[in-house]
C-alpha cells in the first residue's frame, strides 16, 4: 500500500473546488451559495496546507490562516446580507433579489 502523496490532496482539492463552484453557479439560495462558497475556501486551504507538507520552504499554513480569516470574514459579511434580504423581502431566493439594484 502506497503512501497519500501530494497529487492525491490537489486531485482532492480540485474535486472540492469544482463542488463548490458549481454549487455557486447553480443555487438559487443565498445560504446555499455561501456554503459553496466556504467549501472553495476549504478546497484552496487543503491544497496550501498539502504544499506546505510536501515542500518544507513553503509557507503555506500561514496562507491558510489568511484564507480562514477572510472565510470568516466573507460568512459575516454574506450572513448579514442574508438577514437583511429576508427583512425585506421575506425570502431569499437570490434571482428575485434583483429590485435591490439603484
Do not use: W
Not at 520552504?57 to 466573507?74: P, Q, S
Amino acid at each position: 500500500m502506497s503512501p497519500i502523496g501530494l497529487n492525491h490532496f490537489l486531485a482532492l482539492g480540485a474535486v472540492l473546488f469544482c463542488l463548490g463552484t458549481y454549487g455557486v453557479l447553480t443555487r438559487r439560495n443565498a445560504i446555499a451559495v455561501l456554503l459553496s462558497l466556504e467549501l472553495m475556501f476549504n478546497a484552496v486551504n487543503l491544497n496550501l496546507v498539502a504544499f506546505a507538507r510536501f515542500m518544507p520552504n513553503l509557507d503555506g499554513v500561514v496562507l491558510a490562516v489568511f484564507v480562514i480569516a477572510v472565510a470568516a470574514a466573507e460568512a459575516t459579511v454574506g450572513v448579514a446580507l442574508v438577514l437583511s434580504i429576508y427583512r425585506n423581502f421575506r425570502h431569499i431566493d437570490l434571482d428575485q433579489v434583483d429590485t435591490m439594484k439603484g
